[in-house]
């Protein structure tokens, strides 16, 4: 295999990194209207249930790809056999990534937006009608536009850094940027007269609320904030170094991000009910609701535009890995340099975001965000985890797996043997049961 791959320089840098992808919009502003929407408590309980027992073994099915074959996707699919009739699974990942690259910049552009609003005050004494106007005439015209191409400029200048000096630094300085800012509001929330009732709201699962519906999209919502099934932790492992224990770090990366989506429902819920605002605002929660509630708390305007900051950073790192996974496959397959394949990809990029952000006004009737957002979450990111799973657990042959899952991390064979269980029968049949039901 092309052993000269570049690796992440320290211990630090995979978990900043992989956590970085993993931590992002999902977390900050999917999950808690997710939970808002579906009852709190009961959906929290599916989605750490799916994360640890479905997520994590898929994580460790992605590594152990990324890592034996030491190339993104789809080469990764080939690895220990010469056809390449798994290639396609690899290009399902690609097309994920473009789809997700195009409505993820659009949020992400929206997060700088709201930043410099905050910082201009511009929310105070604003009514919740004067909020949704607002919101609806930003996100309809081309400001949201120009703010969408600056995001992802500022991604292509990190990608342009390279593995070392552009993703795993900014990620070792903006993870910890992002937990201080993230401590300091629970911190914040703790004294909020509506803590009780926001906590209960979130950790108290009433299991009536249970509906099939709840449990598919606490699947989907799991699998999306893990950054699985399109190849993203693939790409990122194929740059671990032989030292990374793979099973650890995915124990790691499920409990930081699992741990960053319920701070977020620790700040948004106590906050929206001290203001006796609804938790099922669903996704205008967050740019809506949240700066009103802000404008209502001492120190609004310095609370508002932490909280912006902490979207934009949480959006940044995530929207890095995804644009990393055509990146290394453009270099991989093609043999284009990272400039001309990030040039390359953010041109591109910057054409479809620019028609998802458009799918608010004038190109309303296309309506491509939600397009890339369904097809991407619900449909290839699903088959994509199905393919991942299948390939590891009975394509793959069975020494690559011991060698880095087992050999390599260290980990009790019993610990190995229950993890490819779950790889080659549970995770499969559930993502499959899930994903049925999920279209009809
Ligand atoms: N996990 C990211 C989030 O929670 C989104 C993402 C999906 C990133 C797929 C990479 C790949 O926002």
Not at 78 to 86: A, E, L, P
Not at 256 to 278: E, K, Y
Not at 309 to 335: P, Q, R
Request: aromatic share 14%.
């Amino acid at each position: 295999m092309s052993t000269g791959r570049v690796q992440f320089s320290s211990k630090l840098g995979v978990i900043a990194a992989t956590v970085g992808s993993a931590v992002g919009l999902g977390n900050i502003w999917r999950f808690p209207y997710e939970a808002g929407t579906h009852g709190g408590g009961a959906f929290l309980l599916c989605y750490i249930l799916f994360v640890f027992l479905i997520g994590v073994p898929t994580i460790c099915a992605e590594f152990t790809m990324g890592r034996a074959s030491r190339v993104g996707i789809p080469g990764a699919f080939r690895q220990g056999h010469k056809s390449r009739k798994w290639d396609v699974v690899g290009y399902f990942g690609i097309l994920a990534a473009i789809l997700i690259l195009g409505f993820y910049a659009v949020v992400a552009g929206w997060t700088f937006e709201y930043i410099i609003e905050s910082v201009l005050n511009a929310f105070k004494e604003t009514t919740p009608e004067v909020r949704h106007e607002h919101f609806e005439s930003f996100i309809s015209g081309w400001r949201a536009v120009g703010w969408t191409i600056l995001f992802l400029l500022v991604n292509a200048l990190v990608l342009l850094g390279g593995v070392q000096k552009g993703i795993e630094r900014v990620s070792n300085i903006l993870m910890p940027l992002l937990f201080i800012i993230l401590i300091a509001f629970c911190i914040n929330s703790f004294f909020m007269p509506g803590f009780d009732q926001g906590i209960t709201f979130l950790f108290h699962p009433d299991f009536s609320k249970l509906t099939p519906d709840v449990i598919l999209s606490a699947l989907g919502q799991a699998f999306f904030s893990l950054s699985l099934g399109m190849g993203c932790l693939i790409t990122y492992s194929s740059y671990f170094s032989d030292r990374t224990p793979l099973v650890k770090t995915a124990f790691q990366i499920a409990f930081l991000d699992t741990l960053v989506a319920i701070l977020a429902g620790v700040i948004i819920f106590p906050a929206v009910f001290s203001f006796g605002m609804s938790p099922a605002e669903g996704p205008t929660l967050v740019f809506e609701v949240l700066p009103g509630i802000f404008n209502l708390m001492p120190g609004g305007m310095v609370w508002s535009t932490l909280f912006f900051i902490l979207l934009s950073v949480a959006s940044l790192t995530s929207l890095i890995s995804v644009s990393e996974i055509v990146v290394a496959f453009l270099s991989d397959e093609f043999k284009l340099s990272r400039i001309k394949a990030t040039m390359l990809l953010t041109a591109f990029t910057v054409v479809t975001s620019t028609l998802c952000s458009l799918s608010f006004g004038p190109l309303r009737s296309l309506n491509l965000f939600n397009i890339f957002d369904y097809v991407s979450s619900n449909i290839l990111m699903t088959l994509g985890g199905i393919g991942v799973c299948i390939f590891v657990g009975w394509k793959m042959r069975k020494c690559d797996s011991l060698e880095e899952l087992h050999n390599k991390a260290g980990i009790p064979i019993w610990l190995y043997n229950t993890i490819m269980f779950i790889i080659k029968y549970l995770a499969p049949i559930c993502i499959t049961i899930v994903f049925i039901a999920g279209l009809i």
